[in-house]
């Protein structure tokens, strides 16, 4: 795998790595996290979505995992603003940081295609494709 670009500051003050970002993602559960973040409709999906597509692990895996991600700039945050949550809906989405799809895009891994259609095949409870269809909000 070709890293190409080894670090960079990202526009925020913070500085990606692409090495330590490829060994974060290529963990077999964090990368089986990525592939439904990227094969997700909205390209950004919540915990209880990962966590449906994902049954063996649990809510606090998921976290942590997502957090190694955020942590590595593989992942950002989406957060719908306190005025503006559905009770009983998730308020936190998980979406590739720009500087990540750009390092996967040059390295083929993770191509949105596949995994939108990999995605699409799973049989979804009435209550994750409700918040499947939930609008996400933008950075």
Do not use: C
């Not at 490829?22 to 990368?31: C, F, V």
């Amino acid at each position: 795998m070709e890293s190409n670009g080894g670090t960079h500051e990202d526009g925020s003050g913070e500085v990606f790595d692409a090495w330590v970002a490829l060994q974060r993602a290529t963990d077999e559960t964090r990368a089986n996290l990525l592939a439904d973040v990227v094969g997700h409709p909205k390209g950004a999906p919540s915990v209880p979505e990962l966590e449906y597509m994902n049954p063996s692990l649990g809510v606090d895996a998921i976290r942590r995992h997502l957090s190694i991600l955020q942590e590595a700039g593989v992942l950002e945050e989406l957060v719908v603003e306190p005025g503006d949550r559905v009770r009983g809906f998730p308020y936190k989405f998980y979406r590739l940081t720009d500087d990540a799809r750009a390092l996967f895009d040059r390295n083929d891994l993770f191509p949105k295609d596949a995994w939108r259609r990999q995605y699409d095949r799973v049989q979804k409870t009435g209550e994750i494709a409700e918040i499947e269809s939930m609008p996400r909000p933008s950075i």
